[in-house]
């Protein structure tokens, strides 16, 4: 769902630039600024009787109208929806950069305290999103003391519930070394299960890892099949793709398109026998 994660897009931005790293518009690392403009009206606007309270509110903060949102889902935290709870988290949560808005009206005054509190509410039902921007903002010290270590257990607990946002700040935490000791194997794992979701931008992180055989053995044909199938084309994507090229045969670039071309989210990775064994170790 769009909203559910704007401290982990402020986290991965941070270790790609610690890692000296660049992220195309609209990868992970792609961090949310928030609107220009203010809402255009305090007054709810009214709603078909077909949606329920947690859709209005959803689509007034998808609209843009924070105030509007928070007044729908309130009620609905305070009686324990953890959806909701998740939700006032995002809106209350201050965006990584902050735009003024324009005109008389002011905008919505953000919080990062008041997020940290519904968050807690809703991880404490185990709600694998709030699990995951909590221990963002426990990670990057945002309205809370900064505690590496609570945020890194958090995420881990999200991810283990198949939480994206969370497989995908944990693998570049481990992949580069942020915030913690570099630990390849670790980052390639957690790779691994967020590509397994069909995430674009995970499966073009875990084709350089291929490539530069960090935490999985340098393999070019796995990391050209996962470059196909990320769809990214950046200028780094363009040489990655040129120099696996020089690496393989005709035969093998052909083999790989057409595995691109057959393969479905949700189901395996089509890499070669050789690095199926990888994705998966006995025991993990």
Not at 28 to 52: E, H, I, M, R
Not at 64 to 90: F, M
Request: aromatic content about 8%.
């Amino acid at each position: 769902m769009a909203g559910w994660s704007r401290t982990s897009r402020a986290l991965i931005m941070a270790v790609w630039a610690a890692a000296g790293l660049t992220a195309s518009a609209g990868t992970a690392g792609a961090t949310t600024t928030g609107t220009g403009t203010p809402p255009s009206s305090s007054t709810l606007v009214a709603q078909s009787t077909a949606q329920s309270p947690l859709d209005q509110g959803i689509a007034a903060f998808e609209a843009g109208r924070e105030a509007d949102a928070v007044a729908l889902l309130t009620p609905l935290a305070e009686r324990g929806d953890a959806e909701a709870q998740t939700y006032l988290g995002w809106i209350y949560e201050e965006p990584s950069v902050t735009i003024a808005g324009q005109g008389s009206r002011p905008r919505f005054i953000h919080d990062n305290t008041k997020a940290r509190a519904w968050y807690e509410k809703a991880a404490a039902q185990g709600q694998a999103h709030a699990l995951n921007n909590l221990g963002s903002l426990y990670f990057l010290g945002r309205g809370v003391p900064q505690d590496p270590a609570k945020g890194l257990a958090l995420f881990k607990r999200a991810a283990a519930k198949g939480d994206l946002q969370a497989q995908k700040n944990l693998a570049a935490i481990y992949s580069y070394g942020f915030g913690v000791l570099k630990e390849p194997q670790e980052g390639f794992k957690w790779a691994v299960r967020a590509a397994e979701q069909g995430d674009e931008d995970a499966m073009y992180n875990l084709s350089v890892l291929y490539d530069a055989g960090e935490g999985a053995p340098h393999d070019p044909l796995a990391a050209y099949i996962l470059l196909g199938l990320s769809h990214v084309k950046t200028s780094d994507a363009a040489i990655l793709k040129a120099r696996l090229e020089r690496q393989l045969s005709a035969e093998q670039r052909d083999s790989a398109w057409a595995k691109v071309a057959d393969w479905h989210a949700g189901t395996p990775l089509p890499l070669p026998l050789h690095a199926q064994g990888l994705l998966h170790p006995a025991g993990d």
